[in-house]
């Protein structure tokens, strides 16, 4: 079953519009970790952010934002006054304990193109 | 630069042949995950290590997969006798060992097999 769900596959907006990237989850432990990576074309994966489900309160960190509800199980990413550097795929990741130690479980992503 | 490091960075084979990835993780990291990536999709889990102790392998996805740490410090991916289905970008991350660490990724060694 997937663990992470990122409905949105692709995402197409002009250069300084605002534009949010959802994430849900799936889990039934009480501790988790959720995380935001960003991967360029060049490939490699970018680490962006990481919160545990003990802490709801949202993050603000330049352009970048990131809103935290445990009620529906969503944590979703918004970058203010996008540009065009922001084009990339957008990974939302859950990590639990397991006997795969914290290994993330990645949602399908989300290719984000901004246009000039 | 002190990130995580992989090579190579490029591998194209044949299919039979074998081929075997390399990757550095950060000097003080003590766990190393190896992940597979196929085109369109998130990286799959496939095994990590703690120190030079393989903690987790019932995810390598077949056994022609394996990995190794023998000194607790740089890591290796060998698959054996390669198959097409095998092509996809294999990532290595590290991380220090505490609750929910952020793993850090290396730029990935991508594989085609032909």
């Known amino acids: 079953a997937q663990k992470v769900t990122q409905a949105q596959t692709e995402i197409s907006v002009v250069e300084k519009e605002d534009v949010t990237l959802d994430c849900v989850y799936e889990?039934?432990?009480?501790?988790?970790?959720l995380f935001w990576y960003k991967q360029p074309p060049s490939g490699e994966l970018v680490f962006l952010i990481r919160?545990?489900?003990?802490?709801?309160q949202n993050e603000i960190s330049g352009r970048y934002s990131w809103n935290f509800q445990k009620s529906t199980s969503s944590f979703n990413f918004t970058i203010t006054a996008s540009q065009v550097v922001d084009s990339a795929v957008y990974f939302c990741?859950?990590?639990?304990?397991?006997?795969?130690?914290?290994?993330?479980?990645f949602g399908k992503g989300t290719s984000l193109l901004v246009t000039p | 630069d002190t990130g995580v490091s992989q090579d190579p960075r490029h591998k194209i084979t044949k299919r039979g042949q074998n081929v075997t990835f390399r990757c550095d993780p950060i000097?003080?990291?003590?766990?190393l995950y190896w992940y597979r990536q196929t085109l369109g999709q998130g990286p799959e889990f496939l095994t990590y290590?703690?120190?030079?102790?393989?903690?987790?392998k019932s995810r390598l996805l077949s056994d022609r997969f394996s990995a190794e740490r023998p000194k607790g410090s740089f890591s290796t991916l060998e698959i054996q006798r390669t198959e097409q289905g095998d092509s996809a970008m294999y990532l290595c991350?590290?991380?220090?060992?505490?609750?929910?660490?952020?793993?850090?990724f290396g730029p990935g060694t991508r594989l085609l097999v032909l």
């Open positions: 991350a590290s991380s220090l060992e505490v609750k929910g660490e952020t793993q850090y």
């Open positions: 889990t039934r432990d009480t501790t988790y970790y």
């Open positions: 919160r545990n489900s003990f802490d709801e």
């Open positions: 990741a859950l990590s639990e304990l397991t006997n795969s130690g914290y290994a993330l479980n």
């Open positions: 000097s003080e990291h003590n766990r």
């Open positions: 290590f703690q120190n030079e102790a393989q903690l987790e």
